[in-house]
């Protein structure tokens, strides 16, 4: 047998390639370089687990399986003890590779995010609508009808027809929740920014909760239906927080007020009827011998009131869109009966879109102006802050900071050049200059094309921006390179004296 | 982990939802700037013992529990 | 379906109202008794009295199920500056269950102990299941042996219904009418 040379076992370990110049990478998923391993042994990081903290070596998910013996080496060799003085680190399970969906199990799509559908989902699918998630719910986003080639298109003679006729809503989606008891008007005081104790029965009114950092937190109605019954809606994402927040509120901050507060979002459907027709669309809901013209049932008015035939509803004059709009809401097994009653009486179904084109022509915010870092003051409501109550968020909204006058604040703003389209997430910066981080002065929440003015139309946060109406800016996106000359004008695009509200 | 819910009895921690230190309590109107910044921003952070509320989705209720933040074990 | 183990049941739209006690103001537990004849229990629980069924769903909150359709009339005259009324009637959606492996069935998406010495006849559990709040009721048995309710919120339904499907389709499901 012939015996094999003394240099074939001359192997020697190569952790390292010599001078190299290039990096050189000892854990691939950390990014942990040889100089990296160098400079924890200057530091004095010799022991390996300090090694590991240091420089995160071995912490990927493949715990150092790639490259702790490197490492580990390269320490070695750093602090002249070999691999094993050096010592190991404790890897953690799983040791073999596990296909992720294991641990989900069951926990997947459908069966770990509920869907929701409102009572009228079947008649809207009935009439063609196209569907969209909006947090657990499907909301109808806009009803094709033949020879219409896009949503655009759809979503446009939406918008016209609420503006010139009469359109409904599904807006069952948003939060509902019952406030009942002697204590009612004052716990809601406690919870909303601005004044309910002295909303008159029969009333509606518009409310702003803060939350107790004095941001802005949710957004919503309230409406009394007695001297101890009121009815609020919520956003439709954050009606459970809202529900945690206000139990929290009574349980916690306030066991001294005598009140109760119950979810009941699922009990009612409820629609928007909106347009300069929408009172003898309602009229024909309503059961005959009540009265709601102007005089009996003026805009904010409430009521509780027989409908569909003696099916017992609830009326409330409220507007998203601008126009002449009743909330109709009516227990939920009569939902599709009442989008059949509404469409049969002449009023057009509208989606998702054509709301939110609305709400963007008149300047109301939404989930993209309320996104948690907006105070009341930036979007044009401080002066809603009761001065003559205590409420969550009084006090910290009043920090110098939240007050500057420099903070970004709501504007709407419209393309110089006809014909150009906005971006949503566009950063505002002056004319002149470079559109960097440095001359960033805010940035555009909602745009939308708006069929009653012909031209695009969008809300932005801008530095200052009530006191800079008239001024040129440009919307930049260094994303896809595009940017569009900009003029600041009113939130308020369409009727800004508010005078359709009142029809 | 598990807790005691007053009303519901012993449950699994997926149908909680924890508020944080039941310690703080909240100012009287008036207060310092000082106080509220503590009230709404400072939070300790013990290795230990933890007093916290939280909310059971299943009937509404806010529980004060103390948790030993080490082990997840609640003590009360 | 005569070896399906499991059998489910959307239950008939019956009148349902949400009570809940105002703190100090009045004793809503005798007033209750005082109208339908049974004590309202109060932790989790459910007692049946002249046509209603009475379960407690939180710290002194109950929800009242049947009789008549004036129900949350009847309970907002009866109770008047006592409790906080809603009418629920078309808020939850309610699943009957019944069937050889319905416990088995149900331990697989509810995550309360389920065994017959902890949840028993009368028994109210306010859970989750298949990532939904539900209220779970244990009913006295009938002619077709242990019974289970099921509520969820009425937009939840289909989700509902799925997970019900999944945690018993491994027993044989059948669809009642």
């Known amino acids: 047998m012939p015996a094999s040379g003394a240099e074939s076992a001359g192997i020697e370990a190569l952790w390292q390639v010599p001078d190299s110049q290039g990096k050189a990478f000892v854990d691939f998923q950390n990014d942990v370089t040889a100089p990296d391993v160098a400079l924890a042994a200057r530091e004095g990081f010799t022991a390996v687990e300090h090694l590991k903290r240091y420089t995160t070596l071995g912490m990927a998910t493949d715990q150092g399986k790639t490259s702790n013996v490197v490492g580990l080496a390269l320490m070695a060799a750093q602090t002249g003890r070999s691999i094993a003085q050096t010592g190991t680190t404790v890897f953690r399970p799983p040791y073999t590779p596990v296909a992720v969906g294991v641990f989900a199990g069951h926990h997947r799509g459908r069966d770990f995010k509920p869907t929701r559908l409102t009572p009228a989902h079947a008649w809207a699918k009935a009439q063609g609508a196209v569907f969209v998630e909006a947090g657990e719910w499907m909301r109808a986003a806009y009803f094709p009808q033949s020879g219409e080639a896009d949503w655009q298109t759809s979503t446009n003679r939406e918008v016209l027809t609420v503006r010139s006729a009469c359109g409904f809503c599904d807006v069952t989606t948003l939060g509902k929740i019952d406030v009942q008891g002697p204590d009612a008007g004052k716990f809601l005081d406690f919870v909303y920014a601005n004044a309910m104790a002295g909303l008159a029965v029969g009333r509606a009114r518009y409310g702003l909760m803060l939350r107790e950092d004095g941001l802005v937190f949710d957004d919503g109605t309230v409406a009394r239906l007695s001297p101890t019954h009121f009815v609020i809606t919520t956003t439709t994402a954050n009606a459970g927080r809202v529900l945690r927040h206000m139990e929290f509120c009574r349980q916690v901050l306030r066991p001294d007020l005598c009140v109760c507060i119950e979810p009941v979002t699922d009990q009612w459907a409820q629609f928007a009827v909106a347009g300069p027709h929408a009172r003898r669309v309602v009229a024909s809901v309503v059961d005959p011998g009540t009265d709601i013209g102007n005089a009996a049932f003026p805009f904010m008015a409430a009521a509780e009131m027989p409908m569909l035939g003696g099916v017992a509803g609830r009326l409330f004059r409220i507007s998203f869109s601008g126009e002449m709009a009743y909330e109709v809401a009516v227990p939920a097994r009569h939902g599709e009966a009442l989008a059949q009653a509404l469409h049969a009486a002449g009023a057009v179904p509208y989606g998702l879109e054509a709301l939110n084109v609305m709400r963007i022509e008149k300047g109301h915010p939404t989930g993209a102006e309320l996104d948690g870092r907006t105070s009341a003051a930036d979007l044009g409501m401080g002066k809603m802050l009761s001065t003559k109550k205590e409420f969550i968020g009084r006090a910290m909204a009043q920090r110098p900071a939240l007050l500057d006058p420099q903070r970004p604040q709501l504007v709407g703003i419209k393309p110089v050049a006809g014909g150009v389209a906005l971006q949503a997430g566009a950063h505002m910066v002056p004319l002149d200059g470079p559109a960097d981080a440095a001359h960033d002065q805010g940035h555009v929440s909602s745009v939308a094309y708006s069929a009653t003015l012909g031209h695009w139309i969008g809300l932005a946060f801008v530095a200052g921006g009530s006191r800079r109406i008239g001024e040129r800016m440009r919307a930049v996106n260094p994303l896809q390179g595009r940017e569009a000359e900009v003029e600041i004008v009113s939130k308020v695009f369409v009727d800004p004296e508010g005078s359709r509200l009142h029809g | 982990m598990r807790m005691t819910c007053p009303v519901c009895g012993e449950r699994g921690s997926e149908e909680f939802a924890c508020g944080g230190d039941a310690s703080r309590v909240r100012p009287e109107p008036g207060a310092s700037a000082e106080a509220w910044v503590e009230y709404v921003y400072m939070r300790a952070n013990p290795a230990g013992p933890h007093s916290e509320v939280w909310y059971h989705h299943g009937c509404r209720t806010w529980l004060t529990v103390t948790r030993d933040t080490r082990t997840n074990t609640v003590l009360v | ?177």
């Open chain 3, 1 to 177: 379906m005569a070896d399906a183990g499991v059998t489910l049941r959307r239950a008939e739209a019956r009148p349902m109202a949400g009570v809940a006690a105002f703190a100090g103001a009045g004793d809503v537990q005798g007033a209750l008794a005082q109208a339908f004849g049974v004590a309202a229990p109060a932790r989790p629980g459910r007692v049946e009295g002249q046509g209603v069924a009475i379960s407690c769903v939180g710290a002194g909150h109950w929800l009242v199920a049947g009789g008549e359709a004036g129900l949350p009339a009847r309970l907002r005259t009866l109770l008047d500056g006592q409790a906080a009324v809603t009418d629920q009637s078309d808020m939850w959606d309610v699943t009957c269950l019944h069937g050889s492996s319905v416990r088995e069935a149900l331990a697989r998406c509810v995550q309360v102990d389920l065994h017959p010495s902890r949840f028993g006849a009368g028994d109210v559990a306010l859970t989750r299941a298949g990532h939904l709040d539900v209220i779970l009721w244990c009913m006295a048995d009938g002619a077709v042996g242990e019974r289970f309710e099921i509520a969820v919120w009425r937009s939840y339904a289909g989700s509902l219904h799925h997970a019900l499907h999944a945690a018993a389709g491994a027993f044989g499901v059948h669809v009642a009418d």
